[in-house]
């Protein structure tokens, strides 16, 4: 994109040298970002997740008939350079073997040729072995060994498709699922009762990796319950009710294919996408069917291909790195009506649900819906990426006209759409509403750790402050009750979970925040506790940073090695508590100062998103871009940001064109 000139920054103090290292760094990190947007105005950094992407886009190339192409030996040489030191593969850098992730790479490395007893695949199979082989791997991986003929379908669990035949009302029915769960099993319930087989090369079988012990006894009555009806399924399955199979089977075929209309890809993410082109072929149709044909394509677009490697991301984050991207230059003093911002929050506008999705499954006919994370998604808003958009999108200046209107009514629309998402609780979940059964996390296919959808910490808190910039007060009851579910699920040390980034430094932050944004007072003991507990975690580098085994190891809590974005983070929940001017912000400031490389951005290798706790991690390459500069231009204005509440309370939605605190005319 074009040049454009960088906004100042409101400084006290021009001639202070530390204020104007401060205002050359912010002014670096926004050239940077701005030489980043693409020529349609929005912003995506790449997302990475960890090898088992690899691994399955391998397997499903096989399936496709095109394991020799050049890319699939590169995907090949990407998995051998993250194998650990231990022989096996982890879930994120830094962190421990895991046996389902280390099963499908060796399986992987086999069948695109590597010898068995070379050093590597030697150290690999002692690994898996060591960590129970077979029976010890999760049940997706159980299922994808048994299409390609390496674990008997017998001992996979059964993902029967009646499930989706179960009416709303009844009290375990796909909608009381995950969303994400849900795009995954559908089809997947397709292949569970298909059952559908490609088989390998004699010389790629794994036999070797059957540890030979049986699967560990469940002590959970419930785990044993379902595990009971897991062994009844497959006992039906026998019996001649093919009438009801086949219903089931024909009812997810058409739910899978009326969520690619508009898509790219079911639930646009890789795992569903995957399943949905074994599904539809299990269910009959060719490979070069018009419809398996564009799911191919939808997973060739997360492709990264390099000289040597090739490496797979889950999904785009485009929506997300955009809105955040908007917020971190405006907040670091770039004009919101400069075209650069305009241009962005058009782009935004254009990529919201269509008002059909799973979500009204629970709200009846609603039609309106909020923002969804990736380029084509509309059957799948969430609320985290909706209130950071409307949060955004709030602080922007467009011009009278058709996009002043429209962005005003996608405003208003969203913002009910967000409200009625709220849970019972007081909290937000990000797909669902009341998708909380904690008694589906038991159910033999549910250890991928994501069956549910509860109320989250961060979510509820990025809630808060998206209020608070919609010009609603701690008194509207939706605030009111969020605030007492932030209350509720403060640890006892003051720190605050985080689901969706790493971890407890992630919750502190938005619940910190979003309590200061929407009147909370900054002496209120919530706040003070968990300003305290931030202070206690900052390194002698003055930096902060936590590890993603923290979620293994809750004593790990806000400990690791620091990291810009985490920095960040803890900035700006301290000055979120009116901490400022303290030593603790001072030292976060220099840390960033101090490592922000010459073209602006700032290096960072670790990972600090979160896609499922304890099973699959994400390293957004975006967040130590515009998270420091957000944290920058925070301490960087003149006076303490403003953390209390519009003057207008509003007890009720308005219709569109009634005031908001300056947003809605």
Not at 14 to 23: F, M, V
Not at 246 to 266: I, K, N, Q, Y
Not at 564 to 571: D, R, Y
């Amino acid at each position: 994109m074009s040049q454009t000139s960088v906004a100042s920054v409101p400084l006290a103090e021009r001639s202070d040298p530390g204020r104007a290292r401060l205002q050359s760094s912010i002014e670096a990190a926004q050239r940077f970002l701005l030489s980043i947007q693409a020529e349609d105005g929005h912003w995506r950094g790449e997302l990475e997740g960890d090898t088992v992407l690899e691994s399955e886009y391998v397997l499903a190339m096989h399936f496709l008939g095109r394991l020799g192409e050049a890319k699939v030996a590169k995907a090949g040489h990407y998995l051998r350079l993250k194998q650990l030191p231990s022989g096996g593969w982890a879930n994120y850098p830094g962190g421990q073997a895991d046996v389902s992730s280390s099963t499908k790479a060796y399986f992987v490395l086999k069948l695109l040729g590597d010898d068995p007893q070379a050093p590597h695949m030697q150290l690999a199979r002692r690994k898996v072995l060591e960590m129970g082989g077979l029976q010890a791997c999760n049940s997706f991986t159980k299922i994808y060994l048994a299409i390609f003929e390496q674990y008997p379908w017998s001992r996979c669990p059964s993902v029967p498709p009646e499930l989706i035949l179960f009416p709303r009302w009844f009290y375990v029915n796909i909608y009381e699922m995950s969303s994400w769960s849900r795009a995954i099993l559908v089809p997947l319930s397709i292949i569970s009762a298909r059952r559908p087989r490609c088989p390998v090369p004699a010389s790629a079988a794994i036999p070797e990796l059957n540890s030979g012990q049986a699967r560990p006894p469940q002590r959970s009555a419930w785990a044993s319950f379902f595990f009971t009806m897991d062994i009844v399924v497959k006992q039906l399955e026998k019996l001649p009710f093919r009438h009801l199979r086949t219903l089931a089977l024909d009812r997810a075929e058409r739910w899978t294919l009326e969520r690619l209309h508009e898509s790219d890809g079911l639930g646009a993410i890789f795992p569903p996408i995957v399943n949905t082109i074994i599904a539809l072929k299990a269910q009959g149709y060719p490979l070069d069917h018009p419809t398996i044909v564009r799911q191919v394509q939808e997973l060739e677009k997360l492709e990264i291909e390099e000289a040597d490697t090739l490496r797979v991301q889950p999904c785009f984050s485009p929506v997300w790195d955009t809105a955040y991207a908007i917020n971190a230059l405006v907040e670091s003093g770039f004009p919101p009506h400069h075209p650069v911002i305009v241009n962005a929050s058009r782009w935004l506008l254009d990529r919201r649900g269509h008002g059909k999705g799973d979500w009204q499954a629970k709200l009846g006919g609603r039609k309106a819906a909020g923002w969804y994370f990736e380029y084509a998604n509309p059957y799948y808003p969430d609320c985290d990426t909706t209130s950071q958009v409307l949060t955004s999108l709030s602080k922007v200046t467009l011009p009278p006209g058709d996009d002043y209107a429209r962005c005003q009514k996608a405003i208003f629309d969203s913002h009910e759409w967000h409200l009625v998402m709220q849970n019972q609780d007081g909290g937000w979940a990000a797909f669902d509403r009341g998708c909380d059964k904690a008694i589906l996390t038991r159910v033999p296919f549910a250890d991928h750790n994501a069956m549910i959808d509860p109320s989250t910490a961060d979510l509820t808190a990025r809630g808060l402050e998206c209020l608070s910039e919609l010009g609603f007060e701690m008194d509207f009851p939706a605030a009111a009750r969020a605030i007492q579910f932030l209350r509720r699920t403060q640890e006892p040390e003051g720190a605050w979970y985080g689901r969706w980034g790493c971890n407890y430094l992630y919750g502190t932050y938005l619940a910190l925040w979003g309590l200061r944004k929407i009147g909370v007072s900054a002496g209120d003991p919530a706040i003070r506790r968990g300003s305290a507990w931030l202070q206690s975690c900052q390194n002698p580098d003055g930096g902060w940073g936590e590890t993603l085994g923290s979620y293994d190891d809750p004593s790990l809590k806000g400990k690791g090695a620091s990291t810009p974005s985490q920095t960040a983070w803890a900035v700006l929940g301290l000055v979120a508590a009116g901490e400022r001017e303290s030593p603790a912000v001072r030292r976060g400031v220099e840390f960033l100062l101090d490592r922000q490389s010459e073209d602006g951005s700032w290096p960072e290798e670790e990972w600090t998103g979160t896609g499922f706790p304890r099973v699959f991690y994400l390293r957004y390459h975006l967040y130590p871009i515009y998270f420091p500069l957000l944290a920058l231009g925070v301490v960087a204005q003149s006076g303490a940001p403003a953390f209390r509440g519009h003057a207008i309370p509003r007890q009720k939605a308005q219709a569109p064109g009634a005031s908001r605190g300056g947003i809605l005319p």
